[in-house]
Structure formats: structure tokens, C-alpha cells
């Protein structure tokens, strides 16, 4: 992308890129290295300490089967299950999130401890597993261990099955009412106003912002006067690559689009798998909007705001892709 | 406003569990003068022993009739509390709809000619708002469905808000209470709920797990003995605090989900209703697969009224109340948990053994 290389936004975010990377080893090493502190009790530090870990572990693996089989956990109003979410969804896509395409956060300050916020990112990669790694994003490495409440279609909410699961993990019908309702209360809020223009545009038009929707996460967030943090992701424009579209066969399965990626569908299952890109994710400087002058019902105030999150958003992306050397290496 | 309190009531539906709850509380009231308790059928022995001194008036809504004991007893208080969810106890869905919508209609042409009515109560539900994936998580009393409800029960009940709302625009002096009831349960009512977890295998839905609110019985009796005795005009969703996933609810009753996939519903639905077990209408089904949640602000902040059991409490005094034993007996469950703990403990205690030795 010669276009994207001319644009010399440089910050010093990312100097400390590869001290990054090495912190992600010994995360990683951190598992297996318990398991076999368990098994050799040789050195006379590990004998006490181990086995504890590995009792509370067994406990609350047995603590969180026991409250699943009697039905023992809170739900809330939206169908949000905080217990099955930290325990199975989250720890199933760390993997992912760690080692496949080892994620690393920029900017996690500008996130709240505390207090509803909307952040507002791109969307891209066919399938929307951007979505998911910012929500691990938010949980692994913020220090409040915030949970992503996003807004999704309503394709979404009709399919069986991910419907009832993408309830349980915390996300909601992107409408005003579920955007209010949940920042008012205190919730930090996703949404990839991009849609499905985003989420499966062709590879051509990658890091290429298409329309923002209506708005309408704007007008929430003017309303319940959050802060809106623009989010930039790089590295999820590479997973599937998006070169053509089977119009016809997308029509007939009710789908806004049906991928053909230079492994899908080509090699069947095996194309699903997703090429292992290095990522990005930045959080920009919030934008508050508790002191904006106007109100959310004056369409033009909630353009302008909407073109200044975008246009963030755009030039975060040009920056971090111009220091990026490779995309699957970073 | 005025607040009269009543002197005449009128409660139709008399011989179920709610409207025959609230008739006997208002009968046990000295300062109400009368209680006429309306049904087409006798109420069952249980229900008559608590009516106290209510008068039953066995008649039927859709008849005129209806029109001469309102004005001859000058009832100034009607609470409608005979709609019916339930098209296998009322005699098939036909006989229902007549039911509920031809006897309100009736009902509200009685009550517009009768100059001594000045207070209405709908019991109504929160079916109005139907169930589906492109609802917003709660709703609220100013939101209306994004495609009416097709058929049944909740059809039925936006009818009759729909009559009732005209009858309140001719008879602006009469003050209009709507409330919209979530799922009641409780120890005692039945309800197309209550039969279904008392199943011991429970149909649901393959790939779809709802939101389910509920309300409790005695919470629901005390809001309509509010509106009855107080003036409090308006529409007001009423549910306990709180959500339950259907799966959750199933596992909290010790009962085992069974699965069906979406094109086997009909076949099952078939099944149970022959059986007389349980009602999966297309619009019961929708319910089991989106479910619906009501915000319940207004009925806390201008009805004045927190209802004393949340979903999970209701449905836990639901569960102890008809002493629906679960199939996997909780107690099991901790004493599992226990024994692989204790088990573990020793296995890691074994292993510490030899390597003290060592050292």
C-alpha cells in the first residue's frame, strides 16, 4: 500500500514494539511451566506453592461446574452471562488472541477504569473476529478488566445458535435504546459502525474506512454524554483475505456476502482457518462529549462528531500501518 | 384527580386464581361496599372457601346481560381480569378468542352506558410486545411491537388494549389502568409456564435460549389490588427485577432440557397437546427462542410498587412451593464436587510423600 507508506504520523507508541513482543513469551511459557512445577516437586520453593495453585484451580473448575449444572449465576437484563464469559469465551479465544495473532494494545489509558464509554473501531476481515479480540483486548489487558458490551446486527441476533451465544457474552441489538440503556448504566459499550461494508469489503480496500453508518452511536453517546474512544485495528484486514464474492450462493443463504478468499473455498475447512496476521489495536484519546453545546437531535452536530471519530480513526490506521514492516511479522 | 376510593367492584374471570385472589382480598376490605365476582363457571372449591363474601354473578361477558348488573349494583370500579392465555382450558382457540375479545368488547359497551363507573383495570401482558430478534432488550410502555403479534393470546391482548384505549378517548372521565403482567408463576396459579417446567424432560428450542422475567403470584394480586383501590391511570409493565435464561430456569428446577430442532417443533407441539401438556403455539415458541424483558421503571417510580420477589426468587418459590423434585438432586451435585476435591487432595498429598523422603 504505497498510499498508506507517505504519511509520516510517527508517535512513540510504538517504540518500545519489540520489548512488546518479548513480554508475550513468557506469558505464554506461563501454563505449561505450572504443569510441570506440579509434576517435579524437586526444588524445595516449588514443593508448597504449586500444589496450592493447582488445588484452587481444580476448585474452581469444580466451583464453576457446579454453578452451571444447578443454574447458580446471574444473568442481567440483556442476557449477559459474566461467568460463563470469563470462564469458557475469553479463555477460548486467548490462544488466539496471544499466540495466533499476537495482539498488542496501544493506548489502553484512554480506556476508563470506571464509567459507561463508547469505543468506536474499525471493522474488517470478513469474518468479525476483530470484534472478539478487542473484547479480550479489554478484559486481558486493561487493568479494570473491563468487559465489551458491543452492538451487533440483527443477522446476528436471528441465527441460531451465535445469537443465543453472542447474548450470553455480553453483546446487544445495535439500536438507540440498548446503546443508552447499557452506557447510562455504567457499561463500555463497542460498536463497528462500518457494518457489513467493513466487515466484507474486498482485500483492494483495506484500511479504506467505508461509510459510518447513520450516526447513530453519536447520538447515544451525546445523549447519555459518554466519551467516545476511537479505536484503530490493524492486522485484521490480512486473516481472510477477501478477493471475490459469490453474489448468488450469498442470496440464497440470506448472507450479505459469500467469501472467496485464496484458501476459501478452495481447500474446504481447512480454509477457515485464518493466516496468521500480527495485529494492532490502538485506543485513541477519548472524546468527550459531556460539554459539546447542542443536542443529539441536531443532525448536522451528530455529523460533524461522526466525521471527526472517522477521520481519528483513518489517520490512526495510516500511522500504524506506515511503521508496520510486515503484515504477518509486524 | 379524585381519589375515590371504590365502593362497588366488579371483577370478571372470577373463577381463576388471580381475579378470585384479588376478590377475596377487596371482600375482606370493610370499606368496600360490595364484590361482584363475574365467570361463566363456578369457581373450584379451593378458590370459592377464600372468596369471603363476594358475590358471584355467574354470567357471560358477551352477553348484554352483563350491561344490567353493572348499572342495577352501580358498580363505579371495573377490574377485566378474565383474559386467557390458555386455548386448551378454554375450549379450543376459537372459543378463546370469542372469550377475551368479543367479551370485552361487551364489556366496555356495558360499561360506557353505566354513568356509575368511573374506574377501569385491564389486566393485560406483556405478550403485547411480542418476541423476536429485532426487539430492543427491554421494553418499555411507549414502545410498540415491530410486527404485530400474529395470532393467539397476545393478539388477543393487543385487541383488547386497542378497545380499551377507545373506550378511555369516549369516557374521559373514567380513569384507565392497563397493566402488563410478564409470565406469572408462583407456588399456587397455573399457568402454560407453570405446567412447563413441571415437566420432567423440557422442550425447548435447539440453538435458541431466551430471557425470561416473571412474576410472582402475590406481587401480582398486590398490583392489581393497588389499581383497584387507588387511582392510578395509565399503561404499566409489571415483572420482578431480574432475568433467568430459559436454560438456566430448566437447570434451577432439576429438570433435563430436551432439544428440538426448529423444524420438529410442530411435531412436538402435536405431541404434548394431545397429551394436554403444554402449549408450543407458533407465538409460545417465538417467546422460547427470543424471550422478552419489560422495564419496569415507570411501575416502581409512578405506580409506587416494587414487587417483593425478583425473577430467580419467584421461580426458586415456584420450584420449592410445588415440590418439583430434580431429576440430578442438587445435594448430589456438592457432594460430587466434594468427593473429587478431597480426592484430588489426597492424590497430590501421596505424591509429596516420597519426595520429602528425598530431601
Sequence with gaps: MPEARVIPLHTDDLAERPKAVDDVGPLNGADPGADTANQ???????????????????????????????????????????????????????????????????????????GGALVVANHSGTVPLDALMTAVALYDDHPAKRHLRMLGADLLFRTPVLGSLARKSGNTLA?????????????????????????GKPFADRYKLQRFGR???????????????????????????????????????????????PTFPLLGPLGAVPLPSKWYIEFGEPIPTDEIEGDADDPLLVFNLTDQVRETIQQTLYRLLGQRRNAFLG | ?????????????????????LASRLAAEPSIE???????????RDLLRQLGRTELVRADIRNPHIAKVISSAGVDTVVHASLSANPVGSGGRSAMKEMNVIGTMQLLAACQRAESVQRLVLKSTAAVYGASSRDPALFTEAMTPKELPSGGYAKDAAEIEGYVRGFGRRRPDVSVTM??????????????????????????????????????????????????????????????????????????????????????????????RSARLADFSPEQVRFLNFGRVVDTTKLREEFGFTPRW?????????????????????????????????????????????????V
Aim: contains cysteine; negative net charge.
Design chain 1, 40 to 114: 517435579d516437586a524437586g526444588t524445595a520453593a516449588a514443593k508448597d506453592e504449586p500444589p496450592a495453585e493447582w488445588e484452587a484451580a481444580l476448585a474452581d473448575l469444580l466451583a464453576f461446574a457446579r454453578r452451571r449444572i444447578l443454574g447458580d449465576y446471574q444473568v442481567d437484563d440483556f442476557g449477559f452471562d459474566a461467568d460463563l464469559t470469563e470462564n469458557i469465551f475469553i479463555p477460548l479465544l486467548r490462544p488466539l488472541y496471544k499466540n495466533w495473532f499476537r495482539v498488542e494494545t496501544v493506548g489502553m489509558h484512554n480506556v476508563p477504569d470506571v
Design chain 2, 1 to 21: 384527580m379524585k381519589q375515590v376510593p371504590p365502593s362497588v367492584v366488579l371483577v370478571t374471570g372470577v373463577s381463576r386464581f388471580l381475579p378470585a385472589q
Design chain 1, 215 to 261: 450516526g447513530g452511536f453519536v447520538s447515544a453517546a451525546l445523549r447519555t454524554k459518554t466519551p467516545i474512544v476511537p479505536a484503530a485495528i490493524v492486522g485484521a484486514e490480512e486473516i481472510y483475505p477477501k478477493i471475490g464474492d459469490l453474489k448468488p450462493l450469498a442470496r440464497l443463504l440470506g448472507l450479505p456476502y459469500f467469501p472467496v478468499t
Design chain 2, 179 to 272: 397493566l402488563r403482567f410478564t409470565n406469572l408463576i408462583g407456588p399456587q396459579i397455573e399457568t402454560v409456564l407453570t405446567r412447563y417446567f413441571a415437566l420432567p424432560v423440557v422442550p425447548t428450542v435447539l440453538g435458541y435460549d431466551a430471557r425470561v422475567q416473571l412474576l410472582h403470584e402475590q406481587d401480582a394480586v398486590q398490583v392489581l389490588e393497588r389499581a383497584t383501590r387507588e387511582e392510578l391511570p395509565g399503561v404499566f409493565n409489571v415483572g420482578g427485577a431480574g432475568v433467568l435464561m430459559l436454560s438456566q430456569a430448566i437447570r434451577r428446577a432439576g429438570r433435563l432440557p430436551f432439544p428440538v430442532p426448529d423444524m420438529a417443533v410442530g411435531a412436538v407441539d402435536r405431541a404434548f
Design chain 2, 310 to 358: 425478583g425473577t430467580v426468587e419467584a421461580f426458586d418459590d415456584y420450584v420449592t412451593g410445588r415440590h418439583l423434585r430434580p431429576v440430578i438432586p442438587p445435594e448430589r451435585v456438592r457432594e460430587a464436587e466434594q468427593r473429587l476435591l478431597t480426592l484430588a487432595q489426597t492424590a497430590s498429598e501421596m505424591r509429596e510423600v516420597p519426595c520429602q523422603k528425598r
Design chain 2, 34 to 44: 360490595r364484590v361482584l365476582g363475574v365467570d361463566t363457571v363456578p369457581p373450584p
Design chain 1, 175 to 199: 439500536c438507540n435504546e440498548d446503546a443508552e440503556r447499557l452506557l447510562s448504566s455504567g457499561e463500555l459499550v463497542g460498536v463497528w459502525p462500518e457494518g457489513f461494508k467493513g466487515v
